[in-house]
């Protein structure tokens, strides 16, 4: 029994101890933060009237401001900090430094998730303010222009505005961007805009520099081939091309049925035309200049079905043919053209290449 009642006593002290630990820890934790709380309101303090006097510098004051505004994003007081900072370029317009304040707002908002009301700030600083040069943390001179832009061509959708950010980067900051890689995507936002004549001559800029058959694009691999086959396509007669998929069809099946290489051969495109088993990517090789009908039918009688193949679609269509040397199935792949730069070949078809052997 007095065993008994010993350990009882010893739990009850343990319980007591551990609960009255746990109070001091957390009034001491809640002392401390209310420590901190106070020191931060009083630096805030503080600085606010350091900000108010009248022979402050303009360096004193945009490194009081900068202190504040940092003490807020310490404090992730994101609304405070909104308000301040707009308030403080609306109420001092000739601030020098407010296109600075207008990109910590910015980016306050980013930070929120805010992208649209980022985009407007960001936006409002490239066009109604001058640039503004500011000294990083680690000593390095950044551009509030180039800042913005470069989170303008992370959150914009429309195409217009971002075709006029990638041609500011190009032009103003060439040697702080990838500029190959702007044109390709200038190139690509013109072709979204149905500027198609601009597009060439983006694509055309790529083209141009150096690195752009070595360049790799993580979101675009196939960029310096699209772009070659644009150009080349542009440039090119075209007159391999048919009206429509019925024509086009019908010539490539007489010219075998009549055992006609060198006509068959006169239906292939003149770019990028491709000759690869199915498991290849048709971007990886390019043996057009190799390819001539009359090699893989000496000898042989070749056949075809009478119609295109189930997987074909409206805008692309296969014939299976058969009897060829070597890879005896051959699969005949037709394209409908899209190429809205030229309206007289744009929804045309051609015979853009082959696949070797039956279809995986």
Partial sequence: ?????????????????????TAVFFSCKDKAQKI??????????????????????EETRFAVIKNIAQNMLSQKDYPGLILFLSEWVENHPDDKYN??????????YLEIDSKPVAEYYFERIINNYNDLMITSNSGERLSVHFMSLQHLIQISQNPTNRISYFNQLI?????????????????????????????????????????????RISDLPNAFANARQFVDFYNSSKNWTFETL????????KAISTYNPGQLDS??????????????????????ATFYAS?????????????????????EAYLRTWGWTNSKVWYFYF????????????????WAGIYYGDKM
């Fill in 335 to 350: 394209r409908k053209i899209n190429f809205p730069v030229d309206p007289k070949v744009h929804g045309n078809w051609e």
């Fill in 36 to 57: 901190r709380e106070t020191t931060y309101e009083y630096n805030q303090e503080q600085l606010g009237i350091l900000l108010e006097k009248k022979d402050i510098s």
């Fill in 267 to 288: 239906y292939k495109s003149r770019v990028n035309f491709f000759n690869i088993s199915w498991r290849q990517d048709e971007n990886s090789s390019n043996p057009q």
């Fill in 171 to 215: 032009t103003r900051f060439p040697d702080k961007v990838k500029i190959t890689e702007l044109y390709v995507r200038l190139a690509l936002e013109y072709e979204k805009e149905g500027e198609w004549a601009l597009a060439l001559r983006a694509f055309r800029q790529f083209l141009a520099q150096d690195d752009a058959s070595t360049i």
């Fill in 295 to 315: 090699d893989y039918m000496r000898g042989n009688r070749i056949r075809f079905n009478d119609t295109l193949d189930e997987i074909s679609t409206p805008t």
């Fill in 246 to 253: 019925d024509e086009l069809v019908a010539a490539v099946k």
């Fill in 99 to 108: 296109a600075y304040w207008l990109l910590v707002t910015a980016n306050t």
């Fill in 1 to 21: 029994m007095f065993q008994t009642k010993k350990r009882a006593a010893l739990i009850c002290a343990g319980i007591f101890l551990a609960a009255a630990s």
